[in-house]
């Protein structure tokens, strides 16, 4: 569309979500989670020779410099090769070290180390605490080990959590075997409203459900549960029964119940008042859109008892939930 | 069209955590108050307009898995909500213009799907 062009290679799916979360990560983990603590540290009374002996000793290419416990420099190995040109071993560490020094907080986000790598050509650098004290060091591949890991951990925990659920209904031997999720909705509870069906389309992902169908059941269960939230007068409940090709949504509640329930189908029909109108609720579209989304619906309301809905959404053959990933070649 | 351009294009504030705005690509959009209109008919990764700004704008935008939210006329959620925008990962971007003018803008760079 717009910009330099993209590299050749066609980027799948998988991996664009995965580049973005990594993206995300560098937003959220700090560098005192990935820094090397207690790093290897000399002080100025050292010689280069000292140094040069530690640095290939202990397999490592630079290391802070302490005076007294405070940070003064640093000394990495292009020092070193300076001083070995001349060559001058004996004299102290404090003739070659760097004093420029370029240091980042503990708490830092791994963005900020990645920008600084980025802007000064810097292979490590120094971490410090509140007060200036030196409390580790950072590299570059401490960054790229940080988010890898990072990463690697929540997609096993989500790939673990998606095996599961996706194969719930295999090896359990039934005439019909369902799931039931059962959420309680409070009324006038505005603040939650939207998380009973986020939490239910989650779980249909998880369980193996396409993208299409869980956005479908997303969208009828939102506008099911803002009804409960808005029309209510002591809340109710979702009951959600998942079967491999079905899925039972039940929504009932105890009052006030619906006067007119042909009117209260009617697309633009709506109750709610000027207030909850202000809000961008009652545009008397909610059952609409659940009629949309589903593949059949029936509403029963008895006023001064209470009023139940019920919905369902049917799965096609191939796209059967719990029962396991569907061999490749059946889904075309 | 990248997020990036559209907030420099319309000054827009990010409200939500930092994001490479650059990476998220958008060319679809859809405006109205009407949450159940939007339920209905905002795209997959559009970027909405609306002068709404309470907690329940983060959980229609999660569950259509939009890409921004476009706040317009100054209206300011509160902190929680900014919070759950975070959590759910929708990003939440303001301005003071009135939606006829965000609309417009949106639509001279070429977001023309709905």
Known sequence: MDGAPRQNRVISDQEAENISRLEELAYEIRVEQVMTSNPYVFTTSQTMREATVTLRQMRISG????????????????????CLIEPDLDSPVTKYMTTKLITIRATDLLVDALKMFVNTKLGRLPVID?????VGIITKGDVTRGLLKALQQETQVEEMRRYRASRIFEDIESDRTSLILRYDIQAHDFTHGGSASSRIKRALIRLGASPQIARRAGIAIYEAEMNLIIHTTKGGVIRVEIEPHQISIDVYDYGPG???????LQPGYSTASEEI???????????????????????DSVVGKGTRLRIKIFLPQQEAMGEGPVPKETVQ | ????????TLELTPLTNPADFESIQVEKGYTSDLLSCVMAGAPHGSVWVTLQAHGNIVAVAAL???????????????????????????????????????????????????
Request: aromatic residues 4%; negative net charge; hydrophobic residues 45%.
């Open chain 1, 63 to 82: 290391a802070p410099v302490l005076h007294n416990g405070d940070l003064v420099g640093i000394l990495s190995i292009e020092d070193v090769i300076r």
């Open chain 1, 130 to 134: 509140p007060n200036g004290k030196l």
């Open chain 1, 258 to 264: 619906i006067a007119d329930v042909q009117k209260a």
């Open chain 1, 277 to 299: 109108r202000e809000l961008g609720f009652g545009a008397g579209m909610g059952l609409v859109n659940i009629a949309r989304c589903t593949d059949s619906m029936s509403l």
């Open chain 2, 1 to 8: 069209m990248n997020l990036q351009t559209i907030i420099n």
């Open chain 2, 64 to 114: 259509l898995e939009l890409s921004a939210i476009i706040i317009t006329e100054g209206a300011m959620p509160d902190p929680a909500t900014i919070t759950k925008a975070n959590e759910e990962g929708i990003i939440l971007l303001s301005t003071p213009q009135p939606s006829y003018w965000t609309v417009g803008k949106l639509w001279e760079l070429g977001i023309q799907e709905n």
